[in-house]
């Protein structure tokens, strides 16, 4: 009987760090500096999920924990529903803090990747961000919308890395964020 619950703390552990790798080719941005990416990041394209389905005007707003990490709030607008859902986790460096790999929880113990694998490291304007396997990408940037440059460039790196660009979801961004 002791053995059956080690293997199975082992096999949730294993499932659980599993979660926290990246696909095949997607690397993270280093040179990373935290304390720029902290703020308000808009959704401007994902790849669908049920976390999300049916969500629009969807941001993320980033900031400093007590204990170091990083406090992630995450909103949108149902549309079915017709109010603001919001999400509240919690997320932390992987590797170091100038290695663009987190891993990030809105339940428990449970942690996810999130690898922003580009980033404008000028100004910190737009990230493209993957987690732990083809199926979560993202495109973030500071405002609402971003030019046909960026969503080519982003269409082009997600394609060349493998993941489903034909399902690509582009966010409508056109409901006020902070009304509620």
């Given at each position: 009987?002791?053995q059956?619950?080690?293997?199975?703390?082992?096999?949730?552990?294993?499932?659980?760090?599993?979660?926290?790798?990246?696909?095949?080719?997607?690397?993270?941005?280093?040179?990373?500096e935290?304390?720029?990416?902290?703020?308000?990041?808009?959704?401007?394209a994902?790849?669908?999920?049920?976390?999300?389905?049916?969500l629009?005007?969807?941001?993320?707003?980033?900031?400093?924990?007590?204990?170091?990490?990083?406090?992630?709030?995450?909103?949108g607008?149902?549309?079915?529903?017709?109010?603001w859902?919001?999400?509240?986790?919690?997320?932390?460096?992987v590797?170091?803090?100038?290695?663009?790999?987190?891993?990030?929880?809105?339940?428990?113990?449970f942690?996810?990747?999130?690898?922003?694998?580009?980033?404008?490291?000028n100004?910190?304007?737009?990230?493209?961000l993957?987690?732990?396997?083809?199926?979560?990408?993202?495109?973030?940037?500071?405002?609402?919308?971003?030019d046909?440059?960026?969503?080519?460039?982003?269409?082009?790196?997600?394609?060349a890395?493998?993941?489903?660009?034909?399902?690509?979801?582009?966010?409508?961004?056109?409901?006020?964020?902070?009304?509620?």
């Amino acid at each position: 009987m002791r053995q059956i619950k080690w293997l199975i703390l082992l096999a949730a552990f294993l499932s659980l760090s599993g979660c926290l790798g990246m696909p095949d080719g997607v690397e993270p941005v280093g040179d990373f500096e935290a304390e720029r990416y902290l703020g308000r990041w808009y959704e401007i394209a994902r790849l669908d999920h049920s976390f999300e389905r049916g969500l629009e005007s969807v941001n993320a707003t980033y900031s400093v924990r007590d204990d170091g990490g990083i406090k992630v709030v995450n909103r949108g607008f149902d549309t079915e529903d017709g109010e603001w859902r919001e999400a509240v986790g919690k997320a932390y460096f992987v590797e170091d803090d100038s290695i663009a790999h987190l891993k990030v929880s809105f339940f428990g113990p449970f942690y996810g990747s999130y690898v922003v694998f580009d980033l404008d490291k000028n100004d910190y304007e737009t990230a493209f961000l993957s987690g732990y396997n083809h199926s979560y990408l993202w495109l973030l940037a500071r405002s609402p919308s971003v030019d046909d440059a960026v969503k080519d460039d982003f269409v082009r790196q997600a394609e060349a890395l493998g993941f489903a660009i034909d399902d690509l979801v582009w966010v409508d961004q056109s409901r006020d964020a902070d009304s509620q």
